[in-house]
Each structure stands twice: as C-alpha cells, then as structure tokens.
C-alpha cells in the first residue's frame, strides 16, 4: 500500500464533501517535504512536518509578492512599449501623409500636357486644401471618440482611391474642353476631394496619438514638434523620389521630368498600405487616468455650477472587481452568481467611462469656443498660413514669371527648379519645426497642468490672489532661468516669413531667380513654425483631453485662407498676362512673366501676416488675455 501524504489543511473549498488536493498540499511521486523523517520518530516527524508547513507557506506568500511585482513590471513595459511603438509608426504616416506639398513638382505639368489654365491648375490645389482642411473638425472628433487607428485606416483608403484616381485622369491626355480626348476637367478635380481629407485624417491620427500619449511630460513640445515636422518633410522626399526615379524624358528638349502616372500610383499605394499598419500601431496609453483627472479637475474648478453628469446616476463609478481562482475544481452556484455579478458590474464601469468620456469631451469643447482668446489665435493662425499655402501651391508659376518668355533673347539662361525650392521648402520648415518644439520646452514658462480650468470659484483662482509668503522657501523647480514665451518665438518666425514676402514683392529678384532661395527659406521656415507651435499652444492653453478636436477646429482656418490668396494669385496673374507692358508680358507658352505678375498679391500678404502678429499679441497680452489670466504660454 502506498504511504503518499494526501492530508489536506483547512475547510474544502467547495461545499461538496470531496476532499480537496490544493496545489501547495500535493507533491508529484509521494515525495514527501523532508525525505530523512521516516527515519526519525513520530515527535521528530510532527517537527519537521510543521516546518515544512510554514516554509510551504511563506514560500507561496514571497512567490505571490514576486509574482505581482513581475506582473506590474510587465504591464509597465507592454505600455511603454506600445506608446513608444505609437509614436514610432506615427512619426511614419507623417512622413507620407504631406504629399499635396509636392503639389508644385507636377502642376506645371498639367498646364503643359493636360492643357489646364493657371486658374484651372488652382482650382485644383483650392479643392484639395478645402477638402483637406473642412474635415478636420470631424476627424479630430472621430479621433477623439474612437481612438486614432479607424482614422488611419480611413485615411489609407482615401489615399490609395483618390491618386489611382488621378494617376488614370492624368494618363487620359487633355480633357475635351482643350481639344483632347482625355478625361472631363471635373474629374481631375473629384480625385483630389479623397486626397485632401485623406491628408488631414492621417496627419490628425498622428499627431493627436503623440499629444496624449506624451502631452503631459516634459517633452510635450518636441513629441507634437516631430511629427509635424516629419509632415512637412514628406514634401521633400516625395518629389525628389518623383523627380529623380519616376522621371520620364520629354522628346521635345531632352528634359527629364517626373511621370505624373507613375508618381501617383506610388503614393497611392504606399500611403494605403501606411494607413492600413496604422489602424493596428496607433494606439493611446492610459486614456482612462487622463479623463478621470480631467473630469475631477473640472468639477473642482468653479466653471460647473450644476452639472447634468454629476446628478445622473451619483453612484456611476462601480466597485472594483476581482477573479476567483478556481484551479480544476467546479464552481458552486454562489460563486457562478457573484461572477454573473462582477460581470455586470465591470459593464456597467466600461459604459459609466465611456459617459465619463463623452460628457467631458463635450464640456471641454464648449468652454473652448466660448474662449475668445481662441478665436484671435485662430484668426492669426488664418492670415499666415494662407499666404504660405498659397505660395506653395504656385511655386512652380511664381518661378517661371522671373524669367523672360522663351523668344526672347535672355530666354537661354538656366532656370532654377521647381523641385529644388519645394525641397528647400520643406527642409527650413522641418527644421523651423524641431527648432520651436524643442527651444519651446526649454525655455518657455512652466505651465500649470489644467490651467485652463481655473474658473472664477475655483480654489486655485482664489490662491493666486493671496499675498506671497516672504518667509516660505522657493524651490528648485520655482526658480527658473531665463525664460521665453512660445508667442515670442511664433511671432519672430512669422515675422522672418513675412521678410521673404516683401523681397520677392519689391521685385528685386526679377531675372535673379538664383536667390529664390532667400524666399523659399523664409516663408517655409515661418510656415513651418506657425504649423508646429500652433497646436502646442492649444494643448498647452486648453489641455490635450480634447486636442484632436480642438486643433481641428483652428485647422480649418488655412482651408479658407489658402482659398482666398490662391483666388488672389490666380486673379492678378491673369490681369498681368493680359497686358503687354515691360513688366507683365504674356509669352508664347502662355505663361505670364515679370514682377507685375506677383508682386501685388506679395504684398499684400506681407500686410496679412503682420496684422496676424497683432492679433496673438492681443490674445496674449491684452485684455483678459492668458498673461492676465495667469495662463503661462
């Protein structure tokens, strides 16, 4: 007969008469804890019994401690691992998603082989900025709600219909109206509809999965810095993918240009398969800890007298819910019905945070637009950056029209590339950005998280208004060096872009086009900087809870502006073509040249950007601005 120890310590766990082999209690072949004890006698083994026990039992307890410690060790690597992993692939759809700023490499193309109008060239670049700027709104609120992988997702299919699309409009030849047999107009400008949202989609998918997963640390500038500079890099290495790999030589002249249907068959399906990836890698790490401090920060702060969520169901926020540990044995009927119970009580939790969730993201949206403050950034945000997509549009025109027509004499002499300045571009932009991102974080004032909750009954507001203790120490973090407002740093960029406008709009670079650089750098690098610390300032002013959202608020307002200057371009380079004059003169491939064909929309938007800096000075500066609400920017 076998002498395995089968004896067992405590109650059963069950209500069954069965007896119950608990994990601890049995030992694989009989083995008993102490092999020697059979050799002793019955006290000796009653001894070693009970030390046995007691080892059994603080060994099990150290394992379990051990084990909760790797547990949470694990959980903390798997959500550092997956923001970091976020971030990565995010930095990657920016890096496709800013294809329409190549737009400059192929549109003189369409004027030369699709035979389009200057006007017709523009109303496509118009189409594709409105479709890619009206949206934003609605996918930063879908963003918001669902998380930022269905937007990337939307958008890589947006993207690869819209340039197949197009790829096929180009290949088709002239449209009818021009005397071919091509494609109608009409759809050329149907394919950039897709584009343009597809654009802002995947950009706002990015970028607002940097601003949670990193909008609360130290380095909040540079993570919202280095996606959108990685947008406005795009620009740069698509068209010299285009021009220097899907080039095709013209039989004409010899001169390689890019293959307008190769080109957009590549983008295509490179940003489909970016979007696709995308839906799986973006994902937001610790959003619950987010709205629960933000909705506890918002009752606190004064602004809520009575709020609707806060008298519905006052006991919303359930009792935690554990797991019952149940080995191989059955479960009685009280422990199937207490797990019934905890079921329905984490349901009741997901949907009591999901409320949570959509009442905050509601509050917050209100008390943003009831924000003046945000209306004259919004307003400054609209008359710089339409200047600068119009600039970037017409690049490739503006080029042309500082050069004499081809019959005249000077005709010979080289002219700069198109490809080159949308390069430049889109390098002194990138650096505009990571420069202002990351100056930002060092040298701007320190801000106070959920500063904008500080409502007129808050304790916070209160506080401010005490008398400082002289006699209480400041700490290290309260000393602070030298420091510099991000308005400061968007004004002197904005400014610099506005010193390339007036350069270009004296005229002093008309049959200089080898300077054109000087333009480029200086508009790309204040275009650059007002895209990159714009959105900042709106998660630094009013929270990241909401940013999708909010920043796709003021994102439309380029969609308007780059509308009415790329309206205003067209239309004077259309009166100037018509003249014949010494300095507007209409030449035999249809192009207008000379300084009369640009010089009068340059100045005016010289005038638009510095009327742009008095308006953020107003929102910072002046009455009932951020300074004197004690908001730090």
Known sequence: MSSRPT????????????????KLDYHPGGRPLQPHDHHHGPRDASAASRR????????SFFEDVAEGIAAQQRQRLSRAATRYLSFIWALINCLGAGSLTA??????????????????????????????????????WLCDRTGPGLPSLLAGCLFGVGYILA???YKSGPPPSSGGDGWPYWAMVLSFIPIGCATSCMYLSAVTTCAKNFGRGKYKGLALALPIACFGLSGMWESQVGSNLLYETNPYDGKTEVDVHRFFLFLGCLLLASGVVGFFALRIVGEEELIDEAVDELER?????????????????????GTVSTGERRLSAEEVDNLHKQAEEHKARLQEQERKKAWLLNEETKLFLSDHTMWWLAAGFFLVTGPGEAFINNLGTIIGTLYPPPTSDDSNQPM?????????????????????????????????????????????????????????????????HFTLSRITFLIAFTLLMSIGQVLLATGMLQGHGNYFWLVSASIGAGYGAAFSLTPIIISVVWGVENFGTHWGIVATAPAVGATVWGLVYSGVYQWAAGRTTEVGVLGEDGLCHGSLCYAPTFWAMAVSVWVACGLWMWAWKGPGGWTRRGVAV
Not at 52 to 59: L, V
Not at 109 to 136: C, D, R, W
């Open 7 to 22: 004896s067992r310590r405590g109650p059963p766990a069950n209500d069954s008469d069965e007896p119950h082999i608990g």
């Open 52 to 59: 046995s026990e007691e080892h059994s039992y603080a060994g």
């Open 103 to 140: 737009y400059s490499l192929y549109a003189p193309l369409f004027q030369t082989k699709l035979h389009y109008t200057q006007l017709q060239v523009n109303g496509i670049s118009i189409t594709a900025e409105l479709a890619m700027y009206l949206p934003v709104p609605l996918f930063g």
């Open 167 to 169: 790829a096929f409009a």
């Open 301 to 321: 702060s004064g602004l809520l007298d009575e709020s609707e969520f806060f008298q519905q169901n006052g006991n919303g926020s359930q009792s935690g819910y």
């Open 416 to 480: 700069t590339s198109a490809t080159t300045h949308v390069s430049i571009v889109a390098i002194t932009s990138t650096l505009a950005r990571i420069l202002t991102g990351t100056l930002t974080d060092l040298l701007a004032p320190t801000s106070v998280p959920h500063q904008h909750r500080r409502g007129p009954k808050s304790l916070a507001n209160s506080v401010t208004s005490l008398p400082p203790d002289i006699n209480q120490p400041v700490s290290q973090s309260q000393k602070r």
